[in-house]
């Protein structure tokens, strides 16, 4: 590690250099290992050193890596019909690079629909109080949480927040153009919206002509146990978003939408969004989800993953107050918010990562290939830590 850090200050890091891995399990500069629970925040779904994806990434930068949208990119067409036909919607994609640049996306198709659409502008768009939509000075303003609005003022107009989704429909007026959700708040605690209720709204903001943007940053790519977590949900929504576990740990983020004329030349674009390197990533990362999700071994890993959260939750019941989420984006809820902070610097002393979700929530993002093994261990270790604190 270098004796002064050049890197601004923004994230309050802890001292470990990891410099390798293989599949869930990461080994740091001193030669100890770690199970991963946290894919990088849900980024490495398939897992960190993969053999064909470092492959076939190495076999496409040796060929070109970049032209610019300028051209015909193969890779991208590619990678386009591959995330739309595992989605199962009939939608096109807008590729950028990352989550927030894919809801800035989303935005923008909202805002034209509702510029073009009817005689009177429509721009509105609710969100939720404690969502999560990006570090972008308009996704911090779509973001509903407060806390996150210091500073960066005066922020876009047009954006409403709603404290529940029963709020939502009594926000809708006739200047309203969109609804963008999480179906799980990632970041807000892995907090589960209910399914029949998203669904009415669904139907709701259809019959009003609002679009309803899913925001499925972290949710998406088979997280939660199907492509999408709209598909989860059955839902069908207007514009999807996905990035984090999209390109396995290579920057990628994705606007989908049913609405696939809105935006036209010159209306967006991104200068590296879908070059060659990531498109090719995203592709051969779906790829492989897909036929892992159709060999049953995704639901298989499912289960047992949900099982020993259950078990733990049972075994202390005076820490943790219950287990939620889906697939496997998991969370133990806490019943004490300090504990949470120390629980987890007690478990990567014992050689497992695990991520802080919301006031009280300890998150679960494993890479979705981690192996029986590998979760076994690492529940070991955080067994360990749990009974240390
Ligand atoms: C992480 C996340 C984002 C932001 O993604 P970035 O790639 O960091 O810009 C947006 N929405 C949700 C739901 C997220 O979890």
Same mark, same amino acid.
């Given at each position: =590690?270098?004796?002064?850090?050049?890197?601004?200050?923004?994230?309050?890091?802890?001292? #470990?250099?990891?410099?390798?891995?293989?599949?869930?399990?990461?080994?740091?500069?001193?030669?100890?290992?770690?199970?991963?629970?946290?894919? !990088?925040?849900?980024?490495?779904?398939?897992?960190?050193?993969?053999?064909?994806?470092?492959?076939?990434?190495?076999?496409? +930068?040796?060929?070109? #890596?970049?032209?610019?949208?300028?051209?015909?990119?193969? %890779?991208?067409?590619?990678?386009?019909?591959? #995330?739309?036909?595992?989605?199962?919607?009939? =939608?096109?994609?807008?590729?950028?690079?990352?989550?927030?640049? +894919?809801?800035?996306?989303?935005?923008?198709?909202?805002?034209?629909?509702? &510029?073009?659409?009817? &005689?009177?502008?429509?721009?509105?768009?609710?969100?939720?109080?404690?969502?999560?939509?990006?570090?972008?000075?308009?996704?911090?303003?779509?973001? !509903?949480?407060?806390?996150?609005?210091?500073?960066?003022? %005066?922020?876009?107009?047009?954006?409403?927040?709603?404290?529940?989704?029963?709020?939502?429909?009594?926000?809708?007026?006739?200047?309203?153009? +969109?609804?963008?959700?999480?179906?799980?708040?990632?970041?807000?605690?892995?907090? %589960?919206?209910?399914?029949?209720?998203?669904?009415?709204?669904?139907?709701?903001?259809?019959?009003?002509?609002?679009?309803?943007?899913?925001?499925?940053?972290?949710?998406?790519?088979?997280?939660?146990?199907?492509?999408?977590?709209?598909?989860?949900?059955?839902?069908?929504?207007?514009?999807?978003?996905?990035?984090?576990?999209?390109?396995?740990?290579?920057? #990628?983020?994705?606007?989908?939408?049913?609405?696939?004329?809105?935006?036209?030349?010159?209306?967006?674009?991104?200068?590296?969004?879908?070059?060659?390197?990531?498109?090719?990533?995203?592709?051969?990362?779906?790829?492989?989800?897909?036929?892992?999700?159709?060999?049953?071994?995704?639901?298989? =890993?499912?289960?047992?993953?949900?099982?020993?959260?259950?078990?733990?939750?049972?075994?202390?019941?005076?820490?943790?107050?219950?287990?939620?989420?889906?697939?496997?984006?998991?969370?133990?809820?806490?019943?004490?918010?300090?504990?949470?902070?120390?629980?987890?610097?007690? +478990?990567?002393?014992?050689?497992?990562?695990?991520?802080?979700?919301?006031?009280?929530?300890?998150?679960?993002?494993?890479?979705?290939?981690?192996?029986?093994?590998?979760?076994?261990?690492?529940?070991?270790?955080?067994?360990?830590?749990?009974?240390?604190?």
């Amino acid at each position: =590690m270098l004796k002064n850090s050049y890197v601004m200050p923004t994230y309050a890091r802890a001292d #470990i250099e990891f410099v390798s891995g293989d599949n869930a399990t990461l080994m740091d500069s001193k030669g100890r290992d770690y199970i991963d629970f946290t894919s !990088g925040i849900g980024v490495v779904s398939i897992g960190h050193g993969d053999n064909v994806l470092a492959r076939t990434l190495a076999d496409q +930068a040796k060929k070109i #890596i970049h032209i610019s949208n300028l051209y015909y990119i193969e %890779p991208q067409e590619r990678a386009a019909k591959k #995330i739309v036909e595992a989605s199962g919607y009939d =939608m096109k994609c807008f590729f950028g690079n990352s989550g927030a640049e +894919a809801n800035e996306g989303a935005i923008k198709i909202a805002r034209k629909y509702g &510029e073009v659409d009817g &005689e009177l502008k429509r721009y509105k768009i609710i969100t939720l109080k404690h969502s999560f939509h990006g570090r972008t000075i308009t996704t911090v303003k779509a973001t !509903g949480q407060e806390s996150m609005h210091n500073y960066f003022g %005066p922020f876009p107009d047009g954006f409403v927040y709603a404290d529940t989704i029963d709020d939502i429909a009594g926000q809708v007026d006739e200047h309203t153009v +969109a609804v963008m959700i999480e179906l799980i708040q990632g970041e807000g605690g892995v907090q %589960p919206i209910d399914k029949a209720k998203v669904q009415k709204l669904a139907k709701f903001l259809k019959a009003k002509d609002v679009l309803l943007i899913v925001d499925e940053v972290q949710t998406g790519v088979y997280r939660t146990g199907e492509f999408t977590a709209s598909q989860v949900y059955e839902i069908e929504p207007d514009i999807i978003t996905l990035a984090k576990g999209l390109g396995g740990g290579v920057p #990628i983020g994705v606007v989908m939408s049913g609405k696939k004329d809105v935006l036209g030349p010159g209306d967006h674009g991104s200068t590296f969004g879908g070059n060659y390197l990531s498109s090719t990533a995203a592709m051969t990362v779906v790829d492989f989800l897909t036929h892992y999700k159709e060999s049953g071994a995704l639901d298989e =890993m499912i289960i047992a993953f949900s099982k020993k959260l259950e078990e733990i939750q049972k075994a202390h019941s005076d820490i943790f107050s219950e287990a939620v989420g889906f697939g496997l984006m998991r969370g133990l809820r806490m019943f004490d918010a300090d504990t949470l902070a120390r629980l987890i610097t007690l +478990a990567r002393e014992n050689g497992v990562m695990v991520l802080r979700a919301g006031r009280n929530t300890l998150r679960f993002l494993p890479p979705l290939t981690i192996t029986k093994e590998e979760m076994d261990e690492g529940f070991k270790r955080l067994e360990k830590a749990i009974c240390s604190l």
